[in-house]
């Protein structure tokens, strides 16, 4: 029988909707990982689920979405090139229908590679606006002394008492064109080597164990085999989306801390990956490099989970109008 061809125009829109989906479920988990990894010295959040509600209180509920933007605009093509890319080396490397399991983690590898070029300066920019309500937090209030100021003797009816002045927020546009004219191009690159540690092994992890997962599920009758229903691609993408969230956790620390712009009083700067593990372990110890572990999976399970379930459904080639 022969193989089905895969169709990358469908592939991309596959990819691209299950993105948008997943994120818009998820990115408030991602922003408490985001400040939750930033943490060095003043701990402005107890937990995942204390830093959102301090962002609720702090920022409003669409606080929780600051940099989400950035995220929807660019994970169309991030999502799609990593899915579709994989799916490409999955058909190159198989033979006779049937792929091994070094040929499963050579694609994911090659999947995880190509998302690079888009997840960089995605990241980039969405840490800095993500960030920004953690290092406004740490900002002292001023205290009624310091905020009295001399001036004209007071009149009958006292003025409200003024608040104090926020510095205006960062935005994607202001942070790009920061970058591009202090550092060129490779300023929104800044961190890809880290990304690339990042996104690589938790390719070679989710894509192989996704797969046998959802075989499991998978019947065969006469020579057409069946597909997994939707709930077990669910469930095996939640499971393996975690299990590689964990597992690259340590380089996801490091890449968030190279990749972040703007540092709290007395929080470290780094000159690259091993001077960023060195300072880390030196300073944090070792359970630094799993800050943020739960909010992470928690972000990812779902996010792979629904991801896998719309690009199961097809809409790429019901789009084209591949189905018949």
């Avoid at 818009?24 to 830093?51: E, H, S």
């Avoid at 797969?211 to 993408?237: D, I, Y």
């Avoid at 969230?245 to 780094?270: M, S, W």
Wanted: aromatic share 6%; hydrophobic share 45%.
């Amino acid at each position: 029988m022969a193989e089905k061809k895969v169709s990358l125009p469908a592939k991309l829109i596959n990819g691209g909707v299950a993105g948008l989906v997943g994120v818009t479920c998820v990115f408030p988990i991602d922003l408490a990982k985001t400040r939750l990894q930033n943490q060095q010295g003043v701990q402005v959040y107890k937990g995942m689920l204390d830093c959102l509600a301090k962002t609720i209180r702090s920022e409003g509920y669409f606080g929780c979405y600051r940099g989400a933007a950035v995220n929807l605009t660019l994970v169309t093509p991030e999502k799609a090139i990593k899915l579709a890319a994989n799916d490409i080396f999955r058909q190159k490397l198989s033979r006779d229908g049937h792929l091994p399991l070094w040929g499963e983690v050579l694609a994911g590898c090659g999947a995880g590679t190509c998302q690079v070029v888009v997840t960089t300066p995605m990241e980039m920019l969405k840490i800095q606006l993500q960030d920004a309500g953690r290092l406004a937090a740490q900002r002292p209030v001023p205290t009624p002394a310091q905020a009295a100021a001399p001036g004209p003797a007071p009149s009958l009816v006292a003025p409200p008492p003024a608040r104090p002045s926020q510095p205006p927020r960062p935005s994607a546009t202001g942070i790009t064109v920061e970058l591009l004219k202090t550092r060129g191009l490779a300023g929104l690159y800044r961190g890809a080597g880290a990304t690339l540690m990042r996104d690589v092994p938790f390719s070679m992890i989710y894509f192989p164990l996704f797969a046998n997962l959802n075989a499991l599920g998978v019947e065969k009758v006469g020579n057409v085999q069946t597909r997994a229903p939707f709930w077990q691609s669910f469930v095996a993408g939640c499971t393996a989306g975690s299990v590689a969230a964990v597992a690259v956790t340590p380089l996801d620390v490091i890449k968030t801390r190279l990749q972040t712009l703007q540092k709290g009083e007395g929080e470290d700067t780094y000159r690259g990956i091993i001077d960023c593990t060195r300072r880390i372990l030196r300073r944090e110890g070792p359970a630094a490099f799993l800050k943020g572990a739960t909010c992470r999976a928690l972000v990812i399970a779902p996010l792979f989970g629904i991801a896998q379930v719309v690009y199961f459904l097809g809409v790429g080639e019901a789009v084209l109008g591949l189905l018949e």
